[in-house]
């Protein structure tokens, strides 16, 4: 069994309860971060922990959260649980008012914290090997899709419907112009370039992109961060999604028609594992 962290306690998961009134549970009134495990080490710690308070000060949570805290929760999961690849999962909510209100409880509600881990091979999977299948559907999201909240209904929705067409995933389509994917961010490769949809609220600000993007340009890859139609994508010579888990993931069709030669493409490959090389390095 688990151990999991609940607002300063480390509990076995069966043990670890929270209010019927969380505001995480009535309302979606929560922020969440994935942070991959590879060696028992913690990737790209320093962006989660900043996209976290940003996520945390768009929506006036009004906490700051502690960096040096939260390093060690992280570490002790890691080593209680005897991680050696997959992730932590973090969630902060607006916390316990009591009752149900649509209005933001008292400044000093206590925040509720939680943090687990999932075990998973994360190097060397099918689907780096392989590659995903992708459907393409509309994107119903909120506006505010910069802000990384557990309002997550849509993108499950989007899955499955990929999932009941034969296909691993989606992309979503806004104005015939991709956003991003399901829980990952989304690239084309034409002529050697790089095409990646600029940063907004129409996106999450992924950690891994940021990291990935580098990677390109230490690479001498020319990068084009622009929105790029479907179209655009059924005809590019390559195409790839990232994330924390994921690292940099190929995608070999789109909607049925075969994305380059159907097979994952070099461009993904030379910056996964520099990706790889260097957030290794630089693990915490
Ligand atoms: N977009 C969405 C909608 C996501 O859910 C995720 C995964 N959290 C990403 C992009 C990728 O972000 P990151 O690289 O920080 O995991």
Known sequence: ???????????????????????????????????????????????????????????????????????????ELVSL?????????LQITRGNPGDRDFAFPPADTPVTMVLFTQEKQVVGTSVEANGLK???????????????????????????????????????????????????NAYIVNGGKIITRDLSKDILHGITRKSVLDCARLLQMEVEERPFTLKEAYGADEAFVTSASGFTNPVVEIDGKTIGTGKPGPVGDKLRQLYLEENRKAAL
């Open 1 to 75: 069994m688990r151990t999991v962290y609940l607002n300063g306690a480390y509990l076995p998961e069966n043990e670890a309860n929270i209010s019927i009134f969380d505001r995480g549970f009535l309302f979606a009134d929560g922020v969440y971060e994935v942070t991959t495990v590879v060696d028992g080490k913690l990737i790209g710690f320093e962006g989660h922990i900043q996209r976290l308070q940003r996520s945390l000060d768009e929506l006036s949570f009004g906490h700051k959260i502690d960096r040096e805290e939260l390093l060690g929760i992280h570490r």
């Open 134 to 184: 992708i459907i393409s559907v509309e994107d119903l999201r909120w506006g505010r899709r910069d802000i990384k909240t557990v309002q997550l209904l849509y993108p499950s929705l989007a899955k499955m419907e990929a999932k009941a067409r034969g296909a691993d995933d989606a992309w979503l389509l806004q104005d015939g112009f991709v956003t991003e994917g399901t829980s990952n």
């Open 81 to 89: 649980n005897g991680i050696d690849q997959g992730m932590i999962y």
